[in-house]
């Protein structure tokens, strides 16, 4: 396999990618509380991990990209709630705009969406063994992890025990042991919840993310190659997951911890209390979502990204003209009677480069717009060098593939072909009132 290097949040580092299994890659990437309409912050890591997965995909892994869905919630009681509705039918329709977002957005459904109500059973089992083992304890109905008690606590997020204890908010009526320490099972009288050896009540947030790994990566001890997400969930989620993981399996869950950055709005940080959140369904509606991927692209993902109407813009612009290349490449190849299909696969490519670069996505692109000027070139040689064509089209087509930049290819039919023919007619003879009619006639049959 090619060199892949990618850095490491744990240890802030960079390193080669070294798989758990030979040709094998494990990823789990944090998904959303589905509670309300998503958001474009939710989409970077869907964007940013989707073209992690194709890139092991181009070269020749096998990758299973596992991503959840935090299905209980207080904003999913609470939203419930506002709503009149219970939390199954919230989480259900939210689920389904999210999947629907993510398809035009470019991104490959993951292979599990495992959901926390689903793993019940598991979670239950998880808090029950990590008491008997020592490493949590009940007070009430709640369950605590002993933080104090986990070895080099803080290590993902930079922090140490002392200065967040410093730090920390101590509450007179509170249960805890210590401050630090967080809740593994939370005792609740409303919305949705569980019988437990605790009494009524559900899973913490930090829990249910271990346990799903846990579960569906059990063949691998539930130690994962690369765990996922934006930099908002280094800590405390993923902190609080390595901390459970350590108590429970003696590892830090996954070998390889990634973090994107995140999108900025007009220069500022995109936040409910700045009043500039934006919903991923009206970006997808004004301006599509693989301009938006590609607008997300151009930034490398540990740097912000930004989002404003001249960055979204400039995407739409470069889209189309990828879109036309694409098009005017095989009408040309298909008039000639050559094939579009099957092209043969570049034994090099400037973008994957890029990709194995840390996921050099800004570069990556580069390479893109350099191999569509090539394509654009080509065309206008007169006369059309078949060979160079197929072949310059068959590497953007290449490029778009492990970006996730979904281009149409059109497929003429033996109509068309006619079509097209006596467009050209007509135009050589100057009959412009007829090549605009059949212009029209192509251009409704989307193959203008």
């Known amino acids: 396999m090619e060199k892949v290097v990618l850095f490491k949040s744990l240890g802030n580092q960079l390193e080669e990618f070294k798989p758990l299994r030979e040709g094998k890659v494990s990823i789990y990437c944090c998904g959303p509380t589905v509670y309300n309409d998503p958001h474009i912050g939710n989409f970077r890591p869907v964007i940013v991990f989707d073209v992690l997965r194709r890139l092991f995909l181009r070269l020749g892994y096998s990758v299973k990209f596992v991503s959840n869905y935090t299905d209980v919630d207080d904003k999913i009681i609470n939203r419930a709630k506002e709503l009149g509705i219970d939390e199954k039918t919230l989480t259900e329709s939210v689920i389904k705009e999210y999947r629907s977002l993510v398809e035009a957005v470019g991104s490959m459904q993951p292979d599990e969406t495992p959901k926390p109500t689903v793993y019940m059973p598991q979670i239950l089992n998880y808090v029950k063994e990590l008491v008997e083992n020592g490493s949590a304890y009940a007070v009430g109905g709640d369950v605590y992890l002993k933080v104090q008690e986990i070895p080099a606590y803080g290590e993902l997020s930079g922090n140490s025990v002392e200065q967040l204890e410093s730090g920390a908010r101590i509450d007179i009526n509170d249960k805890k042991a210590d401050p630090l320490d967080f809740a593994l099972w939370k005792e609740t009288t409303e919305g949705i919840k569980w019988e437990s050896p605790w009494g009524h009540g559900r899973p913490g947030w930090h829990t249910e993310c271990c346990v799903m790994i846990n579960s569906i990566f059990a063949d691998q001890g539930g130690y994962i190659d690369i765990h996922g997400g934006g930099f908002d969930l280094k800590f405390p989620h993923h902190e609080n997951e390595i901390a459970q993981a350590k108590a429970h399996n003696h590892h830090k869950l996954a070998r390889y911890w990634m ?23 009206d970006v997808v509606n004004e301006f599509g979502g693989i301009p938006f991927r590609m607008m997300i692209l151009a930034a490398h993902y540990r ?94 087509l ?26 050209n007619d007509a135009k050589a003879a100057k009959d412009f009132a007829k090549s605009d009619e059949i212009r029209q006639q192509l251009i409704e049959r989307g193959v203008f």
């Open 303 to 396: 740097a912000p990204a930004s989002f404003s109407e001249e960055t979204i813009k400039e995407a739409q612009k470069k889209y189309a003209q990828l879109c036309s290349a694409v098009k005017s490449a095989a009408i040309a190849l298909q008039l000639a009677g050559e094939s579009c299909d099957n092209l043969p696969r570049p034994a090099e490519s400037k973008v994957v480069d890029a990709l194995r670069d840390d996921l050099n996505t800004p570069n990556a692109l580069a390479a893109l717009y350099e191999d569509n000027k090539d394509l654009n070139m080509v065309l206008r040689t007169r006369p059309l060098d078949m060979a160079k064509l197929k072949e310059a089209l068959a590497r953007l």
């Open 398 to 423: 290449d490029d778009v593939d492990v970006l996730g930049i979904r281009v149409s290819v059109p497929h003429l039919s033996e109509d068309d072909k006619r079509l097209y023919g006596e467009y």
């Open 259 to 281: 973090h994107n950055g995140f999108i900025n709005v007009d220069n500022e940080k995109m936040s409910k209390s700045l009043g500039n959140v934006i919903l991923m369904k």
